[in-house]
């Protein structure tokens, strides 16, 4: 299943493995962990923040994707599910809605 991960970064501790010059290490062994789809970087409510793309088999899958975010950069992550087009074409809008007209 498609999931996007909303990811707000604290200033703190990010900054620290900016000021020591650890926070490429730091990232490279999240995403490499995370194998997103994509990736964005954006601020968000003025702080730093990412949305991932990722594909999750099963919800067992959630803490290893949550917790280094947490563990690392004490952030916060919400999980969304997403659809392509693709997916919403199989999604069978036009039966469900004559079904509740």
Aim: contains cysteine; aromatic residues 8%.
């Amino acid at each position: 299943m498609r999931m996007l991960l909303n990811i707000r970064i604290p200033h703190e501790p990010f900054n620290t493995f900016v000021r020591n010059g650890t926070i490429e290490e730091a990232m490279a062994k999240i995403l490499e962990e995370a194998k997103p789809e994509a990736i964005y970087f954006t601020e968000q409510c003025g702080g730093r923040g990412a949305l991932l793309v990722i594909n999750l088999d099963e919800p067992s899958q959630i803490p290893a994707l949550a917790e280094p975010w947490f563990l690392t950069f004490n952030a916060d992550v919400e999980f969304r599910v997403v659809m392509v087009p693709e997916d919403l074409k199989k999604s069978g809008l036009g039966t469900i809605g004559s079904k509740w007209k």
